[in-house]
């Protein structure tokens, strides 16, 4: 297949009339610029650029989100939308969890998402006891990222205490509970039913510091030489509180000092990391998986991107909760997060005279394809994962280059996002998926159900 693009932007910069070739992979096989387009060529107008991954995302949250705005008897916070939020999610089965990520998803590729990383923690039957099939839910969540077309890099969490000294599960985390052994059971199952596949990479996620004991974490990570490994870390000040008093160390001391972290790993929020751990973890090659609506709206906190930064950090974005499926929210909000705090304009713009929504889609392209095992570039050998902007939209008129960006990024929700190419096949034309309409109402009746 070949797509004739009338302006992309190529790791050597922005180029007109390109016309890239897709192997039967899906992989891209040829760029060439200043192009005629042959006849046989797919023709993509507008402003084109590499699909952006979502490195985390809880796909069963997106039934609840918006549900959890009531205000409680006071002192709402993480912990008390968390209590609700498992009351919700744990009467989803394998049905509505199909359903549900499929909706998600085809919401992620009409935002400009082309790859989702799924923390997948919600493993077993209502009642804790594994399903007949244990990948049942796992299963589940390759049907519905394959019926949407985007591509998958699946998560399963390992989850087996309630808190730091391996602290008793509550009821609500019945159904996310593994022993290691059957852990890794899983996880192999999954890498040998996907060996062959494309569009699907199988890592793991250790769920975080205070859900996974020190020694079962160091048994995972030398289990998993190979394919990437997320986890939650240092996301709420209370979790940093109950760390020292257990470890009489910081949750990123902790993890740094235990495990060898290296490039493989991707560590979600990291929202209070102080200055040497800031230092410390931009030297491991890691990259921060940032939520930044999610972490607003669970009044998480501010990670300190800037400094971070500019000590080399590496980062890519997710939608997490998703009380947002959108990429440039999620950068606009990541900016501003540090305009508030810095009280000044530009601050992640990585220099001077340089375009602020450039260096975040670049940062953030390189984070998540490292974090999610590959993409994030318009090359040769990479998957052919394009997201094409409408260049005909009265937002973008007069604008040109990195200024497109900027636009996208910083002039609001406006749906900018016309076509959407993931694996060298169309999923999303002129702002429609074919199977929309038919997810749409799956949705609409699995909230319907889960709300009576």
């Keep these: 297949m070949q797509l004739f693009l009338d302006t992309a932007l190529l790791p050597s910069g922005w180029a007109r009339d390109v016309l890239i070739g897709c192997d039967a992979a899906g992989r891209i096989a040829s760029v060439a610029t200043d192009a005629v387009p042959p006849p046989d060529a797919e023709r993509l107008r507008g402003v084109a650029l590499a699909g952006m991954p979502n490195l985390h995302s809880h796909a069963p949250q997106r039934a609840i989100a918006g549900l959890g705005e009531r205000s409680g008897s006071g002192g709402d916070s993480f912990w008390s939308w968390r209590e609700a939020m498992y009351r919700a999610v744990g009467r989803i089965g394998p ?19 082309t790859t989702v990383g799924e923390f997948h923690y919600l493993h077993h039957d209502l009642d804790g006891r594994p399903y007949g099939d244990p990948a049942e839910m796992s299963h ?9 077309g985007i591509r998958l890099t699946l998560l399963p969490v390992l989850y087996c205490a309630g808190g730091f ?12 509970l593994h022993e290691l052994p059957a852990f890794l059971n899983l996880v192999q199952r999954l890498r040998d039913e996907t060996a062959e596949a494309a569009d699907v990479t199988v890592g793991v996620a250790p769920h975080s510091l205070r859900a996974v004991p020190l020694a079962l974490l160091a048994e995972l990570a030398d289990a998993t030489p190979s394919g990437p490994i997320h986890i939650h870390v240092a996301e709420q000040q209370r979790e940093v509180e109950d760390c020292l008093a257990h470890h009489r160390r910081r949750p990123l001391q902790l993890l740094l000092g235990s495990v060898a972290v290296d490039g493989r790993w991707c560590l979600i929020h990291a929202t209070h990391a102080g200055p040497t751990e800031i230092d410390a973890v931009a030297r491991t090659g890691a990259v921060v998986g940032l ?4 972490e607003a709206n669970l009044g998480d906190g501010l990670f300190p991107a800037e400094a971070y930064l500019a000590a080399g950090g590496r980062f890519g974005i997710g939608s997490d909760s998703h009380v947002s499926v959108s990429p440039v929210e999620e950068l606009r909000w990541l900016e501003y997060g540090q305009r508030l705090f810095a009280r000044r304009r530009t601050v992640l713009s990585g220099g001077g005279q340089r375009s602020v929504g450039r260096h975040l889609l670049d940062a953030a392209l390189a984070g998540g394809a490292q974090a999610c095992g590959g993409g994030g570039r318009l090359a040769v050998g990479q998957p052919s994962d394009i997201v094409v902007l409408d260049g005909d939209h009265a937002l973008l008129a007069g604008r040109g280059g990195d200024a497109v960006l900027d636009s996208w990024v910083f002039a609001g929700n406006v749906a900018l996002v016309r076509h959407v190419v993931v694996g060298g096949r169309i999923v999303v034309s002129d702002g429609h998926h074919r199977h929309e309409e038919d997810a749409a109402r799956g949705f609409i009746a699995t909230v319907q159900h889960l709300a009576a």
Excluded at 140 to 148: F, G, S
Excluded at 291 to 294: A, L, N
């Design 95 to 113: 049905d509505q969890l199909e359903a549900v990520a499929t909706q998600l998803y085809i919401e992620m590729l009409k935002a400009g998402y």
């Design 140 to 148: 589940r969540l390759v049907a519905a990222a394959r019926a949407a």
């Design 165 to 176: 000294a391996n602290a008793p599960t509550a009821p609500g985390q019945r159904r996310f």
């Design 291 to 294: 939520c930044p609506t999610t």
